[in-house]
Structure formats: structure tokens, C-alpha cells
């Protein structure tokens, strides 16, 4: 059926009638090099077909750049600020960005209202690219992103098989390492308060934990397990529950030095010393971890180069365009495939282990 039937053709109709994916026919409007001729004549033909004529959107897309990019963090404001995570991450996206000619849009999406608004307003082409972090693993908006013909960069990822390009931090080395320092103090009932398990980083850092234990002789318990959900108060809550089903453990790693300030309080609540009766390990070697009492014992992973690294990725990605999914090659096999690092942590050892 000829698109004009229909109202006025979409970008979405013409890259199903050229057999492509969306990005690809932004790219053929865009004028890129990095199209063969046989797809940028089907692109062609396609259009003529269906009588498209590029949208405002589109044709800034063929004529100018924003000069902006939107650093998303799906979580609410007050845990934006309270945690010193986000804080550090948009230092080292900034610090970069303040050496590009790039602006930076800071977005929060809490709701399934605000995901709506915010591809909306990546459809009308009103940034360059997009940074995501804190991503669930069922949260569709990086593929979303990536439909619409923007280049995205993820900070962390979704599941080890992650296609989007992304920078993360060594999270099974980490829980290894804890693991491996409180076995070496002589402990032997180690505890862990972990993440939401609905994201990578918290499996990743649990199945660090294992890890650690497997190697060092111990057999795993999971009453020794119990979820957080990278919060104060909820470090404290599954700190509880811990000291509910085993009050003989004798150390705990905690997935965030957040979690691990909550569970220092739930240990003191209920009389147990740290180091003393009960060792503690965090995550992140953030302002918490130093000025916990005592000092706290973390795996330090490198936030602020972390937002470096992204953002330079970012702008390589933009300079280049996006990568089409559907494109031979791609995205396993093709650029978005190197795109994917992985920056090492390092255990901080302090009075609290």
C-alpha cells in the first residue's frame, strides 16, 4: 500500500520498506559516508515510493548538530543527591564535556510518564547523543534510543550480553576482593547486603561474593544473602534480616558504601562492634566510606574517570553515527561491539575490616 494512503509517510515506514533500520535511513538523509551504495539506494527508492519528505527533525538532522548531550539517570532527586555515585559521574562527564563544544542536559525518568516525554523529546533531534545510567534490566530505553538514530552510551550495563556501547567497572573483581580480604582478617561467616538483583552491577558484584567464597573454601549460604536496593535505609533493612537468620556471622560485604553506612547502624543497633565482632566492606570508596566511624574498608572503583570515558565514547559516536542493529555486522560484530570497557577497582583498606 503506498504510504501516502495513510497520511503523511513516516521515517519508520520507509526504513520497513527499504528493509532497514530507522537509524540507517538518518543516516542516508545525513549525508554519511559509512552507508553502501546498494542500501542508500534503497533508501532512495524507498522515499520516492512512499512519497516521504523529511520532517523538521530530519532535516536537522541532514543540516546541524545540537551541541548538547542528556545524561539520563532514572532515579528519583533525592537519591540523586543523597549518594555520592551520581555526584562523582556527572563531575567526570562534565570535566570532559567542558573540553568539547558539547552542552550537558541533565534528565531524570522516574516514571513511566517522564520515559514517554523524554523519547518524545529525543525524536525531535534536540541532542546529539545520550548517556544512561543506573539502568534496570528490563528498562527498554537504551534500545528505544538507539531505534530513533541516536548514539547512546550506557554507564554500566544490563546483562553480560549487553549490545549498547558501554563503560563499566570491574564488579565480580570487586566482590572477589572483599571476599578474599575478610577471609585473610579470619573470617569465615561472611555476610553480603547486595544491590537490586534486577541489575547487572548488583548480580555481578554477588556473584563476585560467591566467587570469592568458592575460592576460598567456603561453602556458600543463603542466609548469609539478603537484598538491598543501594540505599541507607535499605543497607539497614537487610542488615536486620541478617542478624535475624545468622547472629553468629562475623563480617559483611555491602554492595555501596551507601548500604554499608545503613548497616553499620543496624550492627550498632544490636551491640555488635565493627571490626570487632563484625568486619565491613563497602563499595565505591566514596566521602562515606572516609567518614564513616570507623573509616570504611572499600573496593574503589574510578567513578569520575568512568564519566570521562563515557562521554569521550559518546562523542566518538556521534562524530561516526550510530550503528545500525539490523546492519550486517552490527552490533556484535561491528563498531558498537568495541565499544564496551571495563575499568579495574581496588580494595582501600581501612579500620572497619
Known amino acids: 500500500m503506498n504510504g501516502r494512503q495513510n497520511g503523511r509517510p513516516t521515517l519508520e515506514q520507509v526504513a520497513a520498506r527499504a528493509g532497514v533500520g530507522r537509524g540507517t535511513v538518518s543516516r542516508v538523509i545525513n549525508g554519511s559516508p559509512r552507508v553502501s551504495e546498494r542500501t542508500r539506494t534503497a533508501v532512495a527508492r524507498a522515499v520516492a515510493e512512499l512519497g516521504y519528505v523529511p520532517n523538521q527533525a530530519a532535516r536537522a538532522l541532514a543540516g546541524s548538530r545540537t551541541d548538547a548531550i542528556a545524561l539520563v539517570i532514572p532515579e528519583a532527586e533525592a537519591r540523586l543527591f543523597a549518594e555520592p555515585y551520581f555526584l562523582d559521574l556527572i563531575r567526570g562527564v562534565s570535566a570532559e564535556l567542558a573540553e568539547s563544544d558539547k552542552q550537558l542536559l541533565l534528565t531524570l525518568v522516574r516514571t513511566e510518564q517522564e ?19 543506573s539502568v534496570h534490566g528490563d528498562d527498554p530505553l537504551p534500545d528505544r534510543i538507539g531505534e530513533l538514530g541516536l548514539p547512546v552510551v550506557m554507564n554500566g550495563r544490563r546483562t553480560e550480553a549487553e549490545p549498547v556501547p558501554y563503560v563499566d567497572s570491574d ?15 579470619g573470617r569465615s561467616r561472611i555476610a553480603t547486603v547486595t544491590g537490586p538483583l534486577d541489575m547487572y552491577v548488583a548480580r555481578a558484584r554477588l556473584g563476585g561474593y560467591r566467587a570469592g567464597l568458592t575460592e576460598a573454601g567456603l561453602a556458600p549460604d543463603e542466609e548469609l544473602v539478603s537484598a538491598g536496593d543501594f540505599t541507607e535505609e535499605g543497607g539497614r533493612r537487610a542488615m536486620r534480616l541478617l542478624l535475624d537468620r545468622r547472629p553468629d556471622l562475623d563480617a559483611v560485604f555491602a554492595a555501596s558504601d551507601v548500604m554499608a553506612a545503613g548497616a553499620r547502624g543496624a550492627l550498632r543497633e544490636a551491640g555488635r562492634r565493627v571490626p570487632e565482632d563484625v568486619a565491613l566492606v563497602g563499595v565505591d570508596d566514596s566521602p562515606v566510606a ?29 562524530a561516526e553515527g550510530p550503528e545500525d542493529p539490523k546492519a550486517p555486522g552490527g552490533p556484535e560484530g561491528g563498531r558498537a561491539g568495541s565499544r564496551r570497557r571495563v575499568l579495574p577497582t581496588e580494595l582501600v583498606v581501612r579500620e572497619s575490616s
Not at 520515559?115 to 545510567?133: K, M, P, S
Request: no cysteine; aromatic share 4%.
Open 290 to 318: 572516609r567518614l564513616m566511624d570507623p573509616p570504611l574498608t572499600s573496593v574503589r572503583q574510578p567513578i569520575e574517570e568512568m564519566g570521562r570515558t563515557m562521554a569521550r565514547m559518546l562523542i566518538g559516536e556521534i
Open 115 to 133: 520515559r514517554q516525554r523524554f523519547e518524545q523529546y529525543l525524536a525531535a533531534q534536540r541532542v546529539d547523543g545520550v548517556l544512561l545510567a
Open 171 to 185: 564488579n565480580i573483581g570487586a566482590g572477589r576482593a572483599a571476599v578474599a580480604h575478610l577471609v585473610a582478617r
